[in-house]
């Protein structure tokens, strides 16, 4: 089929755009096209409609979020309907001040950027794991592919993951991490060295400083809620300690100047894990990941190990974590091997195991942090997003009242954060300041 101009001109014949109310920016028509034909690799259809439906569902902290349905005759005459998943920069005024001062917009759409470089260079195994995205607006939204329509869904934040879903995970990281080394190796420098800028870390730094210390303040009063403080070995006291340890997470997410750096995820929480399950069994067989807004320089057992942290329970890290930490291993030398490359000349095992030991530190203190926001039910934290003044607490002044308000009424919720407590109270026994 010839373009002979007339495709353009059924495209504006035939567009309709239904405006809604709503807080969101409207989608121009010439972003709508440039998806639809990025999409389908074609220009040859006839764009009919398009409209944003609004997702009420709280799927992560730093966006809102719709879908994009459009309607148009593809190059045989026959019409199609088609759906995008849209992220949109926060309209909650705390969220908008965050994402603002964080940079988390610029970050997420540099790293769709670096993905498609990545696609040029012929390192394909990025498509496996990475959302493609159509367009980015770094200051207004990104629209990336509905991952719903090829059956992909979140993974429930609300349960430990098991076994075989953890392993489908660390796939996908393996092949993400790989990415990255392959990437170097054939462009001879290093990402920190060719994005600088961009790699700068967008979370825990001194803009955020705050929302740390909101975290900390938080962890504390708990430490004394559960009845978890007292002497540690050393005769510090726990509290103390943890506010400590837990201060330096600045310093934790910088670069190593030790171990092989990758381009890491940096926020792999369970909203952020998509998990597609084989029909019949119910078994995990296909995993993306999305929201790369933290994205950052390190290495590769800071996603290993915080994945883990946030996602299973206690009594499975104590039975399984070092067996799924070598079996990473293997995974990201079977991707490097595709691409001709030795891992003991990149990382060795004994370096890698290494690093999970420092990486264990980070993904401890991150769950402490996360979970007495991102464990709250789904329905009851749209109580905090729609009062501006329980946002600003939750975000910028001490999480406790989060606690004291689920911990009783919510057995998962009470839980989850008692052994992410306890997980810390170990980690302190051995910390020296």
């Known amino acids: 089929m010839e373009d002979d101009g007339t495709t353009n001109k059924c495209k504006k014949h035939y567009v309709n755009f239904y405006k809604q109310e709503s807080i969101v920016e409207d989608i121009p028509e010439t972003h709508v096209l440039k998806s639809i034909e990025k999409k389908l690799g074609t220009n040859h259809y006839c764009l009919l409609t398009y409209k944003t439906e609004i997702i009420d569902k709280r799927l992560g902290f730093l966006g809102d979020y719709c879908y994009l349905q459009v309607s148009y005759l593809n190059e045989h005459g026959a019409k199609e309907n088609s759906s995008f998943f849209v992220k949109y920069f926060p309209t909650a005024e705390i969220l908008a001040r965050l994402a603002r001062e964080l940079g988390s917009f610029e970050k997420e759409s540099f790293v769709y950027k670096l993905f498609k470089q990545f696609a040029k260079d012929d390192i394909n195994i990025i498509d496996n794991v990475a959302t493609k ?189 070092y067996e799924l930490t070598g079996i990473y291993y293997s995974y990201l030398e079977r991707n490097l091997k595709r691409f001709g490359c030795n891992i003991d000349d990149i990382l060795s095992f004994d370096d890698f195991m290494e690093s999970c030991e420092v990486a264990k530190k980070f993904a401890i203190v991150l769950a402490a942090f996360y979970f007495p926001l991102v464990l709250i039910d789904n329905e009851k934290i749209e109580e905090y997003f729609a009062d501006e003044e329980l946002n600003a607490k939750a975000i910028f002044d001490n999480r406790i009242h989060l606690v004291l308000k689920h911990k009783d009424e919510d057995e998962f919720y009470r839980n989850r954060i008692v052994q992410s407590l306890q997980d810390l109270k170990e980690l302190c026994q051995n910390y020296e300041n």
């Open 133 to 321: 995205c159509y367009v980015c607006k770094c200051d207004s939204y990104v629209i990336l592919e509905n991952l719903a329509d090829c059956s992909f869904e979140p993974a429930d934040k609300r349960a430990d993951l098991d076994y075989d879903t953890v392993l489908v995970v660390l796939q996908a990281l393996a092949q993400l991490h790989a990415s990255s080394i392959v990437y170097e190796i054939k462009s001879g420098k290093k990402l920190i060295e060719s994005y600088p800028g961009e790699l700068v870390e967008s979370f825990y730094n001194a803009t955020n400083r705050k929302n740390t210390e909101a975290s900390i303040k938080g962890i504390s009063e708990s430490i004394g809620l559960f009845d978890l403080d007292g002497p540690l070995k050393n005769g510090k006291r726990f509290s103390d300690v943890a506010g400590c340890l837990c201060g330096e997470i600045d310093d934790l997410v910088k670069p190593s100047g030790k171990y092989r750096n990758v381009l890491t995820h940096g926020d792999l929480w369970a909203n952020n894990v998509m998990l597609k399950r084989d029909e019949k069994s119910g078994k995990a067989v296909g995993c993306k990941l999305v929201d790369f807004q933290c994205a950052r320089y390190a290495p590769p057992a800071y996603d290993v190990l915080s994945f883990i942290y946030l996602t299973t329970s206690r009594e499975f890290r104590r039975q399984h974590l």
